[in-house]
């Protein structure tokens, strides 16, 4: 008798506050509600001297963002479980690397070279593997960056080998 009980406390699961996926989706919620309360101390700039939104909108509408995926990405493993892996796959230290190139390429030559770069390494390293459809990746993502920024924030681009052509 002591054995079948055992075994139905083994199968019970675990209250969803347990499960890893809860746990990493509050820690991330939680940090995103402490800086989004941070952002509302930011200081308002004064018409005259605001290019584009103010400074605090962005990184408001940025965390607000985060959550809402944090959230959707919450509820999407509720309904298919993350695998439990021994260890983590290739692609996840080849992004990290990509970042680090990121840095790299942004600082030395170019932030839009950069995204560009980033764009196609970490669209190769996930699977697509169609040189046109990288081609476009690299080319479409980072003009979509780059008008976002420059007009509706008003925010320009780090001199950089591109940039600099645009800009003068």
Known sequence: M???????????????FFKDEFKVS????????ILLFT?????????????????????????????????????????????NEKKLPKTFFLTLLSFVIFVIISKTLDFFLAISALSIFVSYCWGEKR???LLLVGIIFPIIVFIFFETILGLRFPPGIITNIYYS
């Open 131 to 133: 040189f046109f459809y």
């Open 26 to 33: 509050f820690i991330i919620i939680f940090i995103s509600i």
């Open 39 to 83: 952002t509302f101390t930011f200081d308002v700039v004064p018409p005259i001297l605001n290019r584009g939104i103010q400074p605090a909108t962005f990184p408001k509408a940025l965390l607000i963002f985060i959550i809402l995926m944090t959230l959707l990405t919450f509820y999407l493993s509720i309904q298919n479980p993350w695998k």
């Open 2 to 16: 002591k054995n079948v009980q055992k075994h139905k406390r083994a199968n019970k699961s675990l209250p969803f």
